[in-house]
């Protein structure tokens, strides 16, 4: 009886610590590593899907990097789905330093999904990379230290 109480205890002890780490603000939860899973581009895998799958990202306050971009970005965590912006700070193409990219995410634990437009382009409304589009989908998975 006292082994399944502590055994009792110790589950909501774990569950309560869960539960506090999905009450943090989304932009907590996003900080640290991560690595892109898989990438749709106007609803087709990139000719360069190879150079993309598998580059690692470091959310870091309120910027993103991975090479060869490092971007700023905002969470509207209000909206439905939830709005991020980002703001290209660096870039291989010059002219789109400075350029916001719209679009939604959603943070389900160690996955991230996130649908953004083109530079300028208008903010996606759903999760659904449909092909004729100028948009990009990209899955996200938390690395493991």
């Not at 610590?17 to 999905?22: G, K, L, Q």
């Not at 000719?47 to 490092?70: A, C, R, T, W, Y």
């Not at 996130?114 to 092909?131: A, L, M, N, W």
Request: with cysteine; hydrophobic share 35%.
């Amino acid at each position: 009886m006292v082994r399944a109480m502590a055994l009792a205890v110790g589950l909501l002890a774990v569950v309560g610590a869960a539960a506090a780490e999905d009450k943090k603000p989304d932009k907590d939860q996003l900080q640290g590593n991560w690595k892109v899973a898989s990438v749709l581009a106007a609803g087709m895998e990139p000719q360069n899907k190879d150079e993309i799958v598998g580059m690692e990202l470091k959310f870091k306050g309120s910027k993103v990097s991975g090479e060869p971009f490092e971007v700023e970005f905002k969470l509207d965590a209000s909206k439905d789905p939830r709005e991020i912006d980002f703001t290209i700070l660096k870039s291989p193409n010059e002219g789109e330093k400075g350029k916001e990219v719209p679009g939604v995410y959603k943070l389900e634990g160690d996955k991230l999904t996130v649908h953004i437009s083109y530079p300028g382009g208008p903010r996606p409304t759903d999760f659904e990379c449909k092909q004729g589009t100028r948009t990009t989908l990209l899955v996200l998975e938390r690395t493991k230290k």
